[in-house]
């Protein structure tokens, strides 16, 4: 660098500066939790009863997704990447004792998607259809069909029928 002008060394420098930046930074989502937002909407919102939602999975596990909730009107529920529905089980009971349980199925098509080279794949998800048992919930409403990192905006409207039971 010593029989370099100053005006190379400079541009010698920024070209050294700009190489290291574009190499040691990457660009991987920080929050990159992909989920269902369901939004309680109707006469029964928030929810006074107890809400506890599982799922089913291939090898025997029910996990419980959210348990016991009370006076909710939305939530966030995780959705899988490599099934083309999941199965939900909604359960609300109360203090007296009583329990009703309906199954909500949800068809999805998944898609991988790619931030950088560097970091592992996301996957979003298009909700295509939603059915459901009508014991205890009287409509679900597909609001936004794309699911990404959006948790802001529902992508369910869940109508919960009133129930008096003692």
């Known amino acids: 660098m010593a029989t370099m ?11 050294l500066c700009l190489l290291t930046a574009a190499c040691s930074s990457i660009d991987c989502p920080l929050n990159n939790r992909v989920a269902v937002v369901y939004k309680l909407k109707g006469t029964v919102s928030p929810l006074s009863d107890s809400l506890t939602v599982t799922s089913i999975r291939i090898d025997n596990n029910d996990p419980v997704l959210l348990n016991r909730v009370v006076n909710v009107d939305s939530f966030l529920l995780p959705i899988s990447y490599n099934h083309p529905e999941d199965v939900l089980y909604f359960r609300r009971s109360n203090s007296t004792g009583w329990s009703i349980t309906d199954t909500v199925v949800i068809e999805k098509r998944d898609a991988p998607h790619y931030e950088s080279i560097d970091c592992s794949p996301a996957y979003f ?3 295509l259809n939603v059915r459901h048992t009508r014991l205890g919930i009287d409509s679900i409403v597909i609001n936004k069909s794309k699911v990404t990192y959006d948790a802001k905006t529902p992508h369910l409207y869940i109508y919960f029928k009133y129930l008096y039971l003692e």
């Open 5 to 15: 002008g100053k005006g190379m060394k400079k541009l010698a420098i920024v070209l």
């Open 125 to 127: 998800h298009e909700i």
